[in-house]
Structure formats: C-alpha cells, structure tokens
C-alpha cells in the first residue's frame, strides 16, 4: 500500500496566515494558496487551524502489564483522536521499563499500532525502587534510543542517586524527568493541603512537599550541569522556583498538565474519585500561577499525565481511589478553556507548548516540526469554533475517569496526520486494520531519524 496523498485547502496556520498544505509520501511537500495535485483527498480546512501534531512528554499507556487499564494500542486512539502524533510513554509498566528489553518491546507494541510514535521513558531507578540506577546507558543505545528518564509515579528522594543519574544522562544528552514529592511531607497524602483538606477530615499534600524538591533538584543540575525537567509542576511556588532557577541559566524544563491549568480543589469537596490526582488539584491562586507561567516561557509545555484506571479503580471510596485522570482526548479542548479562551496565549504559542517544545525536550526527531515543505506530515486540524458536552463518546482509550465528563469544552480535533496518513478523519478514528497496514508501510525508520 502507498502512502496517502492529501490536499489541505485553506486552513489557518498558527501564526495567522492561511494557506493549502499538500501532503505526500510522508512529507509536507509544498504550502501556499491554490495548490492542486492530481490523485489527492481533498480537505476544505475553511476555519480550521491547522497544528503540528501533538507530542505529549508524559503518557502512561499501561502496557506491559497493566492492559486492564489501558493497552499500547488503546492509549493510541486515546492520542490520535486528541490530535496527538507522538506520545512518551512512561515507566511504571509492569515490568518495569529499566531495561533495553522492555524498552524495545513499547516501541514496537506502538510501531505496530500505528496511530502515533510511541516513545518509551527508561526508569531512572531499578524497579522504580529508588535504590539503584537503572541500566540508562543500556536503554539509550537501545533501538528505542530512550532520552527521558523518569520513576514518575515516584520522586527520585535520594539525592545522592539523583546527582548520579544527572551526571550519567550527559554522555548522551538525555534528561531526568522529576515527579517532585517529597515523600516523608505526604505520606498517605489525599488532596491539597489547606482549610478545605481540614474541613473534609483528609490527609493534605502540602505544596512544600513539590516546592523543596524542585529546588533542590534545580541546584543539583546546576551543580553537574544536567538537563533537568520537572513533571506536572502544581503549586504558585514551584512556577516561583523555576523562575528563579530560570533566570540563574540553569537547564531547567517543566511541565503543567491540563487539569492543573483548568481544575481546583473545590472538585474534592463531593468526594468524588474522579477528581482524585498526583499532584493533586491545587487553588485558584496556583491555578493562576500557572497560566500566567506557562503563558512566560516559565513553563515550558503542556503534557497530560493521561492515567487510565478501570472503574473499579474509581468508583469507591475517596481514600481507597486511585491516583489520576485520562487527559489525551481532552487536552487541546482544555488548554483552549483555560489559556487560549482569554486571549493569553495564541495557536502559535500552543504549537510551542504542545508540539515543538516537547519534542524538543526529549529529542525526539520528526516530530515538532514547522508546517512548512519538506517537514514530516505530522499535524492536526482543529476546529476552534466547535463546542461539546464532553462525554464517553468523546474517550477512545480504555479509560473512562476524566474529569471533563458532562463539562462543555471549547473546540474539536477534526484530522490527525501521522506520518502522512490520516489516523482521524472528521473526527472519527480510522479503523486500526487500516492505520496498522499504512503504519507498516510507512516504516518505522523514516520518521525517527
Ligand atoms: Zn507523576
């Protein structure tokens, strides 16, 4: 099967200007207006803005291990149908992803999928247990030639062990991604510390426990002159320290997910699971914080945190719930609501932050790129006048414990490219027989560089 050719008319791009895009071979093979190919589907792209496909630096597809929850596969959908093209997959599978072997197993689950570049996360600890250094080296050379490193689910507390991974991901520019809680200040911890937590007689999560962490960690990559990230930042005092850190040149990137830019803690006061997440939904204040972060370049990009759970995992009592929200299907409909919506932030800023930014973070090639010729065929059509009731309807992974559910979002996905076929089409998912044979015969190689 040869690739797909497609004639894009008319769509917006994000600095303003509107223009065709034809699509061919893997390739955006030329821009401009009135453009005609012979063979091509054409798209009447009339008011859509036309985006970079999506990267997403934290995903947790579940698999191996935990395919109750979410499959390579599914998770797959779950990204495709949210515009994404590349989705990092995290480390707390079961087993663990610490090892070459079972780095190059998710990369090849998410080549034989099809619907997106999956790009696993090595464990920066054995086991996630935080007591020895995965074999980093090992996965890096890999097949998978993983970049990011993260226990993420747990903090990298020792510090010592901390310094050693900084030092060891320089011999291949990689980086240490940061789940920033410090464990002994939220033992058993059950939402944001604060008068509310008091009232609802449940253990706080107090911002400290993020805030220390992060900075500690900003000065330890000052100290070895490593790159750092630090996942889902929450608190108006950690954007404080990264803004700080920022400014003394230290290689710092951080993350803000959706949920935290849009979400507060006034959810919990129904005890509903739903709203039950690590870091947990903070103020308005930290909500606040956040925006107006990301909005400066203090934080660097969008990523979801998308963590399916089975029903049962959610539908029980708030102390007995687990950790987390999907967030794939949603995420550009919420970063519209909270960032794009008042005027903060434009399309151009949102293929920044949710695009260009991640990919560039964890060097990841072909993706990220500019919607100009001869870039990879990775992009999104998105219809910002679109408005929905966001229902299960909406959710394509296995998970259904979003907490948008039965919110009205601003805006809808209506075509995703990935590497130069189409994996949604007016807003419908392509069958995976279909999107499997074009995934084969693209080929892995072409798009990874
Ligand atoms: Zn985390």
Redesign the pocket.
């Known amino acids: 099967m040869s690739s797909e050719k497609y004639l894009v008319r008319g769509a917006t791009l994000p600095g303003g200007t509107r223009s065709d895009l034809l699509l061919a071979g893997g390739l955006i093979t030329e821009t401009g207006t009135r453009l005609s190919a012979a063979g091509a589907t054409t798209i009447d792209a009339d008011g859509l803005i036309a985006l970079p496909g999506l990267v997403d630096l ?1 995903t947790h597809l579940r698999e191996p291990g935990y395919e109750q929850s979410e499959t390579v596969l599914t998770g797959s959908r779950a990204a495709a149908i949210g515009g994404f093209t590349g989705v990092f997959a995290m480390a707390n599978t079961s087993p663990v992803q610490d090892t070459a072997g079972v780095v190059e197993q998710v990369l090849a689950l998410g080549e034989q999928a099809g619907y997106v570049t999956v790009q696993p996360i090595g464990a920066v600890t054995v086991g996630l247990a935080g007591k020895n250094l995965a074999e980093l080296g090992a996965m890096a050379e890999s097949r998978a030639r993983v970049r990011v490193f993260s226990d ?2 747990a903090c990298v507390w020792d510090p010592l062990l901390m310094r050693r991974a900084l030092e060891y991901v320089k011999a291949f520019d990689g980086v240490v991604a940061q ?1 920033a ?1 410090e464990p002994r200040l939220t033992e058993n911890a059950q939402m944001n510390e604060g008068p509310l937590s008091a009232e609802l007689g449940l253990a706080g999560w107090p911002a400290v426990a993020e805030e220390a962490i992060i900075a500690r960690d900003v000065l330890l990559a000052e100290h070895v002159g490593s790159r750092l990230h630090i ?2 930042v929450s608190t108006a005092g950690s954007v404080d320290v990264i803004r700080w850190a920022k400014a003394r040149g230290i290689p710092v990137t951080a993350e803000v997910t959706p949920h935290h830019l849009l979400l507060t803690e006034d959810l919990v006061a129904g005890y509903d699971a739903r709203y039950k997440v ?2 947990p939904l903070r103020r308005r204040e930290d909500t606040e914080a956040l925006r107006a972060g990301l909005a400066d370049g203090t934080i660097d990009i969008v990523a979801t ?1 998308h963590a399916p759970h089975p029903t049962e995992a959610k539908d029980c009592e708030w102390d007995a719930a687990s950790n987390g929200m999907v967030g794939l299907e949603s995420a550009l409909s919420v970063v519209h609501a909270s960032v794009v919506a008042d005027g903060r932030m434009n399309w151009a800023d949102v293929a920044r932050v949710l695009s260009a930014m991640p990919a560039r973070i964890g060097r990841l090639s072909g993706q990220g790129q500019p919607l100009e010729s001869g870039s990879a065929a990775e992009l999104t059509l998105y219809d910002p006048a679109a408005s929905r009731v966001f229902g299960t309807d909406d959710l394509a992974g296995k998970g259904t414990n979003s907490p948008y559910l039965s919110m009205t979002l601003p805006g809808r996905v209506n075509a995703t490219f990935h590497r130069g076929y189409a994996t949604v089409l007016d807003g419908v998912l392509r069958p995976t027989d279909e999107v499997r044979a074009y995934g084969a015969t693209a080929g892995a190689g072409a798009a990874r560089g």
């Open positions: 934290h993420d689910g789940h809680q996942c889902h690590n870091p945190d």
